[in-house]
């Protein structure tokens, strides 16, 4: 069993920066590959960036390439996601995810998600 906790969220305006975290509880950190996804209200859950499990390959949706990177530190069980020129439609819940697939094809375990509001 993995716990996930992020933290990090908040309130923002537009343009800010804001970093999450996720530390991981539980198994072996880097067994698992690691993500960011996101809701908004009314919305379906949307892919945010992914990281492997070694740390050396990430992958981000198109919503938030060249805005935001993930990383991870596999000695602290931590992934984090650095978030910069944010936009108002960048206001969801993040949500942390764990997943043995490398391609993240199956999610195995959810945080409780951090809510992000970017105001305009």
């Known amino acids: 069993q993995v716990q996930l906790v992020e933290s990090g969220g908040g309130l923002v305006q537009t343009g800010d920066s804001l970093i999450l975290s996720c530390v991981a509880s539980?198994?072996?950190?880097?067994?698992?590959?690691m993500g960011w996804f996101r809701q908004a209200p009314g919305k379906e859950r949307e892919f945010v960036a992914v990281?492997?499990?070694?740390?050396?390959?990430?992958y981000y949706g198109d919503s938030v390439k060249g805005r935001f990177t993930i990383s991870r530190d596999n000695a602290k069980s931590t992934v984090w996601l650095q978030m910069n020129s944010l936009k108002p439609e960048d206001t969801a819940v993040y949500y942390c995810?764990?997943?043995?697939?490398?391609?993240?094809?199956?999610?195995?375990?959810w945080g409780l998600g951090t809510q992000v509001t970017v105001s305009s």
């Open positions: 995810a764990a997943s043995y697939d490398r391609s993240m094809g199956v999610i195995d375990y």
């Open positions: 539980g198994r072996t950190f880097s067994s698992y590959t």
């Open positions: 990281i492997s499990k070694s740390g050396g390959d990430t």
